[in-house]
């Protein structure tokens, strides 16, 4: 596609419930990356890929939230037993190798724990 | 922590006008700073970025100015146009291990009346 592409737009979970979140990166962009943005708030930073070097997981607010990348491509962030907290918009981005300033953002996944 | 903050919340202009976008940051050792436009329902989107080696860059009507001394970022915007509402954030990056990981700042409302 053109752009980045996350799925679902929308998300509603039952806390404790486990989802999972999708990111179709822009093909050919080898750098990925999942922020997550509070209501009214700035964006916060989770977890960074980048080809195939170890990801930088220092984002991620505690161990029920993983991401992985199949093939270098396709991104899913994974978030287990889910609490109140963790409803937010969760983007996505990516970038040409070496121009992580220039990150193209999808549209986000809004999650919503009830 | 570091942290990237913004002096005003919100910001209202008249169409035509010049609109000025503040930010202060704390992290010294910053060498990227950039400027995103999110609107409604839409992930962020690229406007310019500086390096810590610059004081100025201009991109279409719009300009980013640099004050390494007292930490600030600015985002100016020549003519605004209603299409320029929009919530804007600086966000910086430290390179060196921070490579890829960005920080953002709370994000300044632009309303632009016609």
């Known amino acids: 596609g053109a752009g980045v592409s996350q799925s679902p737009s929308n998300k509603v979970t039952e806390k404790g419930k486990d989802v999972e979140l999708r990111c179709d990166p822009i093909?050919?962009?080898?750098?990925l990356y999942w922020y997550r943005q509070s209501l009214g708030q700035g964006l916060e930073f989770l977890i960074y890929f980048q080809g195939n070097s170890a990801p930088d997981k220092s984002g991620l607010p505690s161990d029920r939230f993983s991401a992985e990348r199949t093939g270098g491509s396709v991104s899913t962030l994974t978030i287990q037993r889910t609490q109140q907290e963790d409803s937010a918009v969760y983007l996505c981005?990516?970038?040409?190798?070496?121009?992580?300033?220039?990150?193209?953002f999808g549209q986000g996944t809004r999650l919503t724990v009830v | 922590g570091e942290s990237v903050g913004l002096h005003l919340p919100t910001l209202s202009v008249q169409e035509g006008d010049n609109s000025i976008i503040n930010c202060a940051y704390s992290?010294?050792?910053?060498?990227?700073f950039i400027w995103y436009k999110q609107e409604s329902g839409k992930g962020p989107q690229f406007i310019i970025d500086i390096r810590s080696n610059m004081d100025k860059r201009q991109g279409q009507r719009v300009t980013v100015l640099l004050n390494k001394t007292v930490k600030h970022l600015s985002l100016q915007i020549a003519a605004t146009q209603p299409g320029d509402s929009a919530v804007y954030f600086c966000?910086?990056?430290?390179?060196?291990?921070?490579?890829?990981?960005?920080?953002f700042g709370q994000g300044t409302i632009l309303t632009v009346h016609p």
């Open positions: 966000a910086e990056n430290a390179g060196g291990t921070s490579y890829g990981k960005l920080t």
């Open positions: 981005a990516s970038s040409r190798q070496g121009a992580f300033t220039e990150a193209f």
């Open positions: 093909s050919g962009h080898t750098a």
């Open positions: 992290n010294s050792a910053s060498d990227y």
